[in-house]
């Protein structure tokens, strides 16, 4: 009976599941980890680089605006016509003097076209002379009231201030304001220049030049996330110009301002303050000289994070927990698949050889299913032949021993004719009735089924005094064994059955018998040749294939009889080969093992 497993490791499904958790699972759980660690990093990264192209997209759209504006500067400020304008514009005569009217008109209309063509429709380009007269895009000339409101605005000191540098106003809400959108506010981004004579370098006048205001049109893109963001536009002195967004605590304000934002080469910094942590993007305008500055609370960003990492890894668990019970609904199947033939053998264990496996597929399971089948088939034919063996060996020792009760009668009965044959004085009588006692005694020796070549040689002989009687000394047996040999172990009742089958179907007269033995290698090999009538082919052939046992008509014992018990003995490679010639004679081979001794009695 096969061992049954115990320990779990020690079974196939034990070991298939312990290589899953080592080699897969722990791996897999691992790499899973530091998978969801390292993605914060990355997710961190993307959403900085997301928010950085937004600050560069509003800094790079004001920039653009700035630029746009100063050129636009240059040429009415190099314009020879404007100069012209300026110089003469104090004098009303315009309206009343036909040039004067043109120059006015083309000036006019040259201010529109570089409006429509390098700002905007809805930008103001106005010009204000030293003289009261405003002349603007946006109303055409107008009386000196309004040029005295602008004189009153700041913008217009800072300008003179500055001599001939631009000034920039992020918030221009004014008297030359446009009228108001829909929806948006009110409020202008404004450059202004001091105009000079290029004859003396005096002050001509003054140009405004005003777009709405950037921090409106300029949209930022729309894969940044996140509600909590602030916009900052800071000059480079580090004067906040405006702040767009959810109002932050002024400290986190400040901290921005004091770090004067970011260097032109700098573009994040994470800064503390407030007891919370902020995401600092920054972008420089070099035309301007000022940054565009985000804030974002970093809790944003992990909240984001945490986000994109549990349904990352709520996506990886599912995916995972699904091939983990395919390869485990796999293995499973693969095992009992090995449980049923593990089943099956130890049923064969047990002496059950009806046990078979179902075999379905051609992989290493079925082809192992399909050779146990076909080794539990053997083994049952096996089993039956040697069942049939064992059943005919017992049948011919039976039939030994019927053999025997006979020779008891008669051995009993013949002592007492020998005992008379003596008294009547008949020794010859007496001699002949012993050996055939001896002959009958040796057939009653149902124990020993074994002898030494020289004995059965000498139950030989006595058995051939008999026949001589009979036959009239017509027999004659020769012996030609060497001494060596003498001493080799056979069955008893070997070389009888033989000679006795030459006597009787011999059919010659004389008859001769020869007997020879000889070694060939770890085999003894007995050759009985006679010179009687022989045997046709289909004769030999019935010798050892018909159906019941061949008898001889005094022993009982027949040549069939003799190569059973020999094959029984030693093994189908040892028993009797017969070859005849019809007409010249039979020759019987014998081929046993080569043992010196007698050692084994059965």
């Known amino acids: 009976m096969l061992r049954r497993i115990k320990s779990p490791l020690t079974s196939i499904r034990g070991k298939i599941i312990l290589s899953f958790i080592l080699l897969i699972l722990i791996p897999i759980t691992i790499i899973i980890y530091n998978v969801y660690v390292s993605s914060q990093e990355v997710v961190r990264r993307e959403v900085n ?19 746009r504006m100063l050129n636009a500067s240059h040429l009415i400020v ?23 009217f043109q120059q006015f008109t083309s000036v006019h209309k040259k201010l529109m076209n570089i409006r429509d063509i390098l700002l905007d429709s809805n930008a103001v380009v106005a010009l204000l002379d030293f003289g009261g007269h405003v002349l603007s895009t946006a109303a055409g000339f107008e009386e000196p009231a309004l040029y005295e409101q602008l ?9 003179l201030r500055l001599e001939g540098w631009p000034y920039w106003q992020l918030a221009y ?3 030359l304001l446009p009228p108001p959108q829909a929806g948006a506010e009110n409020s202008l981004f404004v450059m202004s220049r001091l105009i000079k004579d290029s004859s003396n370098g005096k002050a001509a006048g003054l140009l405004l030049i005003g777009l709405p205001s950037p921090m409106e049109t300029s949209a930022l893109p729309a894969k940044t996330t996140g509600t909590d963001r602030v916009t900052l536009l800071i000059k480079k002195d580090g004067q906040l110009l405006d702040q767009r967004g959810p109002v932050l605590p002024q400290e986190v304000v400040n901290l921005a301002l004091r770090a004067n934002a970011l260097s032109p ?3 994040y910094r994470s800064v503390q303050a407030d007891g919370q942590r ?4 920054g972008a420089f305008m070099p035309h301007l000289g000022w940054t565009v500055v985000q804030l974002a609370p970093e809790e944003e960003l992990q909240s984001s994070l945490g986000q994109i990492k549990n349904q990352s890894l709520l996506w990886l668990l599912i995916w995972f927990l699904i091939f983990t019970c395919a390869f485990a609904f796999v293995m499973l199947q693969f095992a009992k698949r090995i449980g049923r033939l593990l089943h099956s053998m130890d049923r064969v264990g047990q002496g059950d050889f009806s046990s078979r496996v179902s075999v379905r597929g051609s992989d290493e399971v079925s082809q192992l299913g399909l050779r146990f089948n076909e080794m ?3 083994l049952e034919e096996l089993i039956l032949r040697l069942s049939e063996e064992q059943r005919r060996k017992e049948e011919a020792r039976f039939q030994a021993l019927q053999a025997q009760i006979n020779p008891h009668f008669l051995f009993n009965t013949l002592n007492s004719i020998k005992w008379s044959a003596m008294l009547s004085g008949a020794q010859h009588v007496s001699q002949m009735i012993t050996k055939l006692g001896k002959l ?10 074994r002898t030494t070549l020289q004995e059965e040689l000498s139950h030989l002989e006595m058995y051939m005094d008999l026949q001589k009687l009979r036959f009239h000394d017509n027999i004659r047996v020769h012996v030609e064994v060497p001494e060596r040999l003498m001493s080799c172990e056979i069955l008893q009742f070997t070389l009888q059955p033989i000679v006795e089958n030459s006597i009787i179907h011999g059919n010659r007269s004389p008859l001769e018998v020869s007997i020879t033995a000889h070694e060939e290698g770890d085999k003894l090999v007995l050759t009985i040749s006679d010179n009687g009538q022989g045997m046709e082919p289909d004769q030999l052939e019935r010798v050892f294939t018909d159906g019941a046992p061949s008898h001889a008509k005094s022993t009982g014992i027949g040549i069939r009889n003799v190569n059973e018990r020999i094959a029984m003995h030693f093994g189908p490679g040892y028993g009797l080969r017969l070859s005849s010639v019809p007409g010249e004679g039979t020759t019987v081979t014998v081929t046993l093992p080569l043992a010196k001794e007698a050692t084994q009695h059965d």
């Open 49 to 67: 680089q997301s928010r950085q192209e937004a600050v560069r997209h509003t800094a790079s759209s004001i920039d653009g605006t700035a630029e």
């Open 78 to 100: 190099n314009d020879p016509e404007v100069a012209a304008y300026l110089q003469t514009s104090h004098r009303q005569g315009w309206m009343t003097d036909y040039p004067s």
């Open 151 to 159: 004189r009153k605005e700041a913008w217009v000191q800072e300008t």
């Open 173 to 175: 809400q004014g008297t």
């Open 265 to 267: 080469q700098e573009e």
């Open 278 to 281: 902020f995401a600092l993007n």
């Open 376 to 378: 539990v088939g053997r």
């Open 440 to 449: 009958l005694e040796i057939s009653m020796r149902a124990g020993r089924e």
